[in-house]
């Protein structure tokens, strides 16, 4: 394994196969907000870095990235479906903690009612090994609960800061806890 990786924009060849990746791992619900990478605004903002990741040339995956201060939010973290349980995942989010101090994403809120409370445990579990830790703060949106992971201490008030600057650019309407 190769792993590579370079910035592109909503201009580069590769972000429609971006797009058509988000249409097949993500529902629909979770490509609106915060960062809807359809929306031209939205996904030529200056503070959103899209990495695409290659291994041996071929594309992998992605992870867009929005950067606000001194904070970093993953707004999306994909691999093609062929390409999931191979390492690539958690390769992706080491050469990005190796770039970026405080890490901060979302992760649907566990919540043992859930249909996919399954998925939602593996995925939490993913990022845990990766050193992300559960901030016990959630924020919702679009009808969902989400939990906040860091990938170190981060004060809670920056978080919401963030997230009131997207919602100041009229991205989307939150509620956090």
Same mark, same amino acid.
Request: net charge positive; aromatic share 18%; charged share 30%.
């Given at each position: 394994m =190769? %792993? !590579?990786?370079? @910035? #592109?924009?909503?201009?580069? &060849? &590769?972000?429609? !196969?971006i797009l058509k990746l988000n249409l097949e791992v993500f529902p629909q619900n979770e490509l609106l907000a915060p960062i809807n990478l359809e929306d031209p605004i939205m996904a030529s903002d200056e503070n959103l870095k899209i990495f695409a990741f290659y291994d041996d040339g071929k594309f992998i995956g992605y992870a867009a990235l929005y950067l606000y201060k001194e904070l970093c939010y993953l707004a999306f973290l994909a691999i093609w479906p062929q390409f999931q349980g191979c390492s690539y995942g958690?390769? @992706? %989010?080491? #050469? %990005?903690?190796?770039?970026?101090? *405080? #890490?901060?994403l979302e992760i649907?809120? %566990?919540d043992p009612k859930a249909d996919d409370i399954d998925q939602r445990?593996?995925?939490?579990?993913? +990022? *845990?090994?990766?050193?992300?830790? &559960? =901030?016990?703060?959630?924020i919702s949106y679009l009808g969902m609960?989400? =939990? #906040?992971?860091?990938?170190?201490?981060?004060e809670f008030?920056?978080? @919401? *800061?963030?997230? !009131?600057?997207?919602q100041s650019?009229? +991205?989307f309407e939150f509620n956090y806890e």
């Open positions: =190769s %792993l !590579e990786y370079k @910035i #592109i924009n909503r201009n580069s &060849d &590769d972000f429609k !196969e958690s390769k @992706i %989010l080491d #050469i %990005l903690n190796s770039n970026f101090n *405080q #890490i901060v649907e809120y %566990l445990i593996r995925r939490s579990k993913f +990022y *845990q090994k990766s050193g992300f830790c &559960d =901030s016990t703060h959630t609960k989400y =939990s #906040i992971y860091t990938s170190s201490k981060v008030e920056r978080f @919401i *800061q963030m997230f !009131e600057f997207f650019k009229n +991205y």
